[in-house]
């Protein structure tokens, strides 16, 4: 994260836990740029855009902590891919 904050792409507050992140306006323009490259570079990239914006929908307002505790998590965490069954 310090890399990012380095670059001004994006500011971070600690006066509260936990620790506040926002973009700033440098960080705005640059993911734009990259956006708009990545979507001609690659075809699926609408798509991935578009599973994390649900995701983020769906989970926003939980920590990974929380996430990590749903049942379907742990039973993904029990059986992972390339396990013999």
Request: aromatic letters at 8%.
């Amino acid at each position: 994260m310090q890399r990012y904050v380095d670059l001004g792409i994006v500011e971070v507050d600690e006066s509260d836990e936990p620790h506040k992140i926002g973009e700033t306006e440098k960080g705005e323009r640059y993911m734009s740029g990259f956006e708009r490259t990545k979507s001609r570079l690659d075809s699926k990239f609408a798509r991935t855009k578009e599973f994390v914006a649900d995701v983020v929908d769906k989970h926003g307002g939980r920590s990974a902590r929380d996430i990590v505790q749903d049942e379907d998590v742990q039973e993904d965490k029990d059986n992972p891919y390339g396990k013999e069954l």
